[in-house]
Nanobody, 126 residues
Framework: QVQLVESGGGLVQAGGSLRLSCAAS????????MSWFRQAPGKEREFVAA??????????DYADSVKGRFTISGDNAKNTVYLQMNSLKPEDSAIYYC?????????????????WGQGTQVTVSS
């Protein structure tokens, strides 16, 4: 079983930055993908960013709404993924969830992920 623990959420003013972390423990994978999704009140969970590792190479994907502002990265040895969020907007406010799957290809489909964290709240004030 894999456990995912997110941290780094909080309250920030518009234009500010936050860095989210997601640490994976338990069973680990040689080739896998980890992603960030978010869910605002009354809205469906949406894809934010993903990173996949395959024998030392990485692949990333971003939602159009965050491209150029958010950066996903990871430390494969530590089984940790980060989401650097810059130029934050009020519409970025949501609970951010970390997810992992035992397939290296990234995916925007939240149903394709096997493991989820508990979420961390991000609030951006205007």
């Amino acid at each position: 079983q894999v456990q995912l623990v997110e941290s780094g959420g909080g309250l920030v003013q518009a234009g500010g930055s936050l860095r989210l972390s997601c640490a994976a423990s338990g069973r680990t994978f040689n080739n896998y993908a980890m992603s960030w999704f978010r869910q605002a009140p009354g809205k469906e969970r949406e894809f934010v960013a993903a990173i996949g590792w395959y024998y030392g190479s990485t692949d990333t994907d971003y939602a159009d709404s965050v491209k150029g502002r958010f950066t996903i990265s990871g430390d494969n040895a530590k089984n940790t993924v980060y989401l650097q969020m810059n130029s934050l907007k009020p519409e970025d406010s949501a609970i951010y969830y970390c997810a992992a799957r035992s397939v290296y290809r990234t995916s925007r489909d939240y149903g394709s992920y096997d493991y989820w964290g508990q979420g961390t709240q991000v609030t951006v004030s205007s």
